[in-house]
């Protein structure tokens, strides 16, 4: 009887690791999943999305916990001793697609968006897996502070689908209200990757966004006579050309850029020449000076069009780069990947850890690193499920659904668990041993 009970004392002493742990605490991370893919939130509308994951950092002994930060955002800070403070971050907004999953659990929420149309939510972005594998891994630094020392910060940030979501809550004093961090992490799905994978970028792994409007301005008439107007649709049509040699002609060919025209709108009757064109841009890059060279390149653009066209400078474009959707460009730490990858390796098998390509997606993740003047790393979580994964991989096979995609299914249980043990042993990389 002594005998087991010391044995049974013993094997509580035994520090369990997060492998370990999540497998007990599958079900519960489940339905957690599950109840947060069922109900998605629009961006600054996550207002029962907060309440969870406020809840479930106070369940699993987090001290301080503060909601509505920068709208709908949520706070977790707990300390334990001396050491760095490490921020995880997930983000909680959905996206306005209608689901065709067919899951048991998918949504069928419908709701008004900012414009008062009525649409469809879904977690096609996968940042319902984001919540829980965040929610997994503050329970496990909650319950294991043995193992570690220092402060961690968990914030649930909202709508980072718009690319605002980051800015408020930085506006609204997180650095300056809370501790403000050493390191920075956050994890992102990948349709493209099977479940139980990680897949790695070194530097920049995300893009500048920005948001370009031009107002192409004219003189409207008849469509018979011409030659009395000056016509801003062909005017804009020039423009849209003359933007395509931006990228091609004036930066290094070494460098990336996109400069894509989204939206082309003007004038509504087959015989009127209207007064003006809507142009509307997407521009994409990764570094500060290719930016200025590519937004600079279209005011010229637009300028030297209208004045090779004749028009008065009364009726030169108007130029406007949209400051609030800007998303700043993500760039992971490489002395800070190194490190963890190296983590992740021991822990999940060489083979496990996939080193993938930047991409031109916008992910606004990004702000908090050089906010706080501190390496950060934002690495993939591969969701799809090892059978669709596999026939994408034969010869015609199709492609897994990826993100934004009203087809989007991870495979939940193997991407929580990877995702859970990978997120707390990041943490546990950068933490001490508790002395």
């Not at 972005?125 to 329970?139: E, P, R």
């Not at 801003?232 to 930066?251: N, Y």
């Not at 990764?286 to 008065?312: C, M, N, Q, S, W």
């Not at 991989?393 to 995702?419: E, L, V, Y």
């Amino acid at each position: 009887m002594l005998g087991s009970l010391l044995m049974t004392m013993a094997t509580l002493a035994i520090p369990q690791s997060p492998a370990e742990w999540v497998v007990q605490e599958m079900p519960r991370l489940v339905e957690l999943y599950e109840e947060l893919h069922a109900n998605p939130e629009l961006s600054f509308e996550e207002v029962e999305s907060a309440r969870s994951m406020v809840a479930q950092l106070k369940v699993a002994g987090f001290p301080v916990v503060t909601a509505q930060v920068g709208g709908t955002g949520v706070v977790g800070v707990l300390r334990n001793g001396e050491g760095p403070v490490v921020l995880v971050r997930a983000d909680t907004d959905a996206l306005p697609i209608e689901e065709k999953t067919g899951l048991a659990f998918a949504s069928t929420k419908r709701v008004k968006n900012a414009s008062g149309q009525d649409v469809a939510v879904m977690h096609a972005c996968g940042h319902d897996m984001h919540m829980t594998v965040w929610s997994g891994a503050a329970a496990y630094l909650a319950a294991h502070l043995d193992q570690w020392s220092g402060t961690v910060v968990f914030i649930a940030q909202p709508a980072e689908e718009r690319g605002a979501g980051a800015r408020a809550m930085l506006a609204d004093g997180l650095f300056d209200r809370f501790p403000k961090p050493d390191f920075c992490l956050a994890l992102h799905v990948k349709g493209e990757l099977p479940a139980g994978t990680i897949g790695s970028c070194s530097g920049y792994a995300l893009g500048n966004v920005d948001s370009v409007d031009i107002t192409v301005r004219g003189k409207g008439g008849h469509g018979s006579t011409p030659h009395k107007t000056h016509d801003p649709i062909v005017l804009a049509s020039r423009i849209v050309m003359g933007l395509q040699t931006i990228v091609s002609r004036e930066i290094p060919p070494v460098e990336d850029g996109v400069v894509t025209v989204g939206s082309f709108q003007g004038g509504a009757k087959h015989n009127i020449i209207p007064d003006e064109v809507q142009l509307k841009i997407t521009v994409r890059s990764y570094k500060p000076e290719v930016r200025e060279t590519l937004l600079e390149g279209i005011r010229r653009t637009a300028r030297g069009e209208a004045i090779a066209a004749g028009f008065p400078e009364e009726l030169m474009p108007v130029v406007e780069v949209s400051e609030l959707e800007f998303t700043p460009a993500t760039y992971n730490s490489p002395q800070l990947v190194t490190r963890i990858d190296d983590r992740f390796r021991a822990v999940f098998g060489e083979n496990a850890v996939v080193p993938v390509e930047p991409v031109m997606g916008g992910e606004d993740f990004g702000r908090y690193g050089p906010a706080a003047n501190c390496p950060s790393y934002i690495f993939w979580l591969g969701v799809s499920p090892q059978a669709l994964w596999d026939a994408s991989q034969k010869p015609g096979g199709a492609p897994c659904p990826a993100t934004h995609n009203s087809r989007f299914a991870p495979d939940a249980k193997r991407s929580i668990q990877t995702g859970v043990t990978a997120m707390s042993e990041a943490v546990m990389e950068l933490l001490p041993p508790k002395p």
